[in-house]
């Protein structure tokens, strides 16, 4: 079975954020990731992660939707070498940024992306942390964004060519924009550094809906993964406790 991290942000939210660390460590989760590190007091966090024995599996980049991958070098760079700065208080090596929104019909924001990455590929090397790219939906939750392909971000992962920049592979998204989950994550799972997942439609528990979660971590495992998957949904429940303990139990089967 699969390392299992869970993103704190969206579970557990009648607690203490940083309460919800040692309630994931409790339930058996191996790692936690959260969203913006530029909100958050990430000593602390750090901290009580050491303590409760997870890890901090990912984060984003600080500002997580006003630094993104078309905008001029310098100015991205800088939120980026921040934001390293931040994970090291919490021994975290990995983050995520964003494409940003489309412009317009051309493609001219992929050739920005690509460069952009080259040159981040230098300093993640450098401070050997990963960073990711994540399509994400245009159709539901996030209109207008640029990067709604897996397979543009593939593409633009073969061109950049580094060992340090890779995608999360978040398999709500692309299943609402494209499916074909399991014979893309056999092909591409040297590209994939970290899943996140939920149930297709609504975002929630991920044994409702039209994915069988089981059978895709059984793929990737078969592939060769042995990274994390990340847990990212809205609990359907009023009784989030209940709900990931359900979530948990159907990912064990």
Same mark, same amino acid.
């Given at each position: 079975?699969?390392?299992?991290?869970?993103?704190?942000?969206? %579970?557990?939210?009648? &607690?203490?954020?940083?309460?919800?660390?040692? %309630?994931?460590?409790?339930?058996?989760?191996?790692?936690?990731?959260?969203?913006?590190?530029?909100?958050?007091?990430?000593?602390?966090?750090?901290?009580?992660?050491?303590?409760?024995?997870?890890?901090?599996?990912?984060?984003?980049?600080?500002? &997580?939707?006003?630094?993104?991958?078309?905008?001029?070098?310098?100015?991205?760079?800088?939120?980026?070498?921040?934001?390293?700065?931040?994970?090291? @208080?919490?021994?975290?090596?990995?983050?995520?940024?964003?494409?940003?929104?489309?412009?317009?019909?051309?493609?001219?924001?992929?050739?920005?992306?690509?460069?952009?990455?080259?040159?981040?590929?230098?300093?993640?090397?450098? @401070?050997?942390?990963?960073?990711?790219?994540?399509?994400?939906?245009?159709?539901?939750?996030?209109?207008?964004?640029?990067?709604?392909?897996?397979?543009?971000?593939?593409? &633009?992962?073969?061109?950049?060519?580094?060992?340090?920049?890779?995608?999360?592979?978040?398999?709500?998204?692309?299943?609402?924009?494209?499916?074909?989950?399991?014979?893309?994550?056999?092909?591409?799972?040297?590209?994939?550094?970290?899943?996140?997942?939920?149930?297709?439609?609504?975002?929630?528990?991920?044994?409702?809906?039209?994915?069988?979660?089981?059978?895709?971590?059984?793929?990737?495992?078969?592939?060769?993964?042995?990274?994390?998957?990340?847990?990212?949904?809205?609990?359907?429940?009023?009784?989030?406790?209940?709900?990931?303990?359900?979530?948990?139990?159907?990912?064990?089967?």
């Amino acid at each position: 079975m699969l390392n299992l991290s869970l993103n704190i942000e969206p %579970v557990l939210t009648d &607690i203490d954020f940083y309460d919800r660390i040692k %309630v994931a460590a409790e339930l058996g989760f191996s790692a936690i990731e959260f969203w913006d590190s530029e909100v958050k007091d990430v000593k602390k966090l750090g901290r009580i992660a050491r303590e409760c024995n997870v890890k901090v599996a990912m984060c984003t980049i600080n500002g &997580i939707f006003k630094y993104v991958l078309d905008q001029p070098y310098p100015v991205l760079s800088k939120a980026v070498d921040q934001t390293i700065d931040l994970m090291k @208080e919490m021994d975290c090596g990995a983050m995520i940024i964003f494409s940003g929104d489309a412009e317009g019909k051309s493609d001219s924001q992929k050739n920005i992306i690509i460069e952009n990455l080259k040159r981040l590929a230098e300093v993640a090397e450098k @401070e050997n942390v990963m960073i990711n790219i994540e399509p994400l939906n245009s159709l539901v939750e996030c209109k207008g964004h640029y990067l709604d392909s897996q397979y543009k971000g593939f593409e &633009i992962i073969k061109c950049v060519n580094s060992p340090y920049i890779r995608m999360v592979y978040d398999i709500y998204h692309i299943q609402v924009m494209e499916g074909n989950i399991i014979d893309s994550i056999k092909r591409n799972i040297d590209l994939i550094s970290h899943f996140h997942s939920a149930g297709v439609p609504g975002r929630n528990e991920l044994f409702l809906g039209e994915n069988d979660y089981v059978n895709i971590i059984k793929a990737a495992e078969g592939a060769g993964y042995n990274g994390y998957f990340g847990v990212e949904y809205w609990p359907s429940y009023e009784d989030h406790m209940k709900s990931l303990k359900e979530v948990l139990q159907y990912l064990r089967k």
